[in-house]
């Protein structure tokens, strides 16, 4: 498998970080190429105490916008795919698990989960109407697609992720979608 870092940010997971947290560890326990960061606005002890039990790191950084605090993440890894969880809800263990063989594949540069692919029309009125973004999905990117497009804005806050979902679909990218209500794409579901 190839190597995959995940990058929270406790700021927008809020109380929900121990879940986050906890569905991730489960799920790449059996990928050790696996590693688990936390970014946030400030230093605190029990956010320090969450993070040590999931043997995660924790990146605090005050004063920086979103944006800026992905990127600092981002180049503090290695890895090959940056997962960026920023949801206020996690995933559960099997999607995550489910996740894994498709970063293992060529044919694909980038996998938005959470949500369905949005037409052009409505990738437009996102870019321009900021008041009709909605929450984005969690995604996963090559470092390399990361790179071509310079990363996140960090000048931006809430909106981050949704400018580089934009730039992402601008681009030649091989994104896929992975939606959590099709549960045909959890390995061992039933229907």
Not at 136 to 141: F, G, H, L
Request: proline content about 8%; charged content about 15%.
């Amino acid at each position: 498998m190839k190597s995959v870092c995940f990058i929270v940010d406790a700021y927008v997971t809020g109380a929900q970080l121990p879940r986050h947290l906890h569905a991730i560890y489960h799920a790449s326990t059996d990928h050790p190429a696996c590693t688990l960061r936390v970014t946030s606005l400030e230093k605190d002890n029990r956010l320090a105490l969450i993070v040590q039990r999931f043997d995660a790191l924790c990146i605090p950084q005050p004063a920086l916008a979103l944006g800026a605090r992905l990127n600092h993440a981002a180049a503090a890894s290695q890895a090959e795919w940056l997962i960026f969880a920023l949801h206020a809800t996690s995933l559960p263990v099997p999607l995550w698990q489910a996740l894994f063989p498709l970063l293992d594949s060529y044919a694909v540069d980038a996998v938005a989960l959470g949500s369905s692919e949005p037409t052009l029309p409505t990738r437009l009125l996102q870019r321009f109407l900021s008041s009709a973004l909605h929450t984005p999905p969690y995604i996963a990117v090559r470092r390399t697609w990361l790179e071509r497009l310079g990363g996140f804005d960090p000048e931006l806050d809430q909106a981050a992720l949704h400018d580089f979902l934009q730039r992402l679909h601008a681009c030649p990218t091989r994104i896929h979608t992975f939606n959590p209500e099709d549960t045909t794409a959890i390995p061992g579901h039933i229907a």
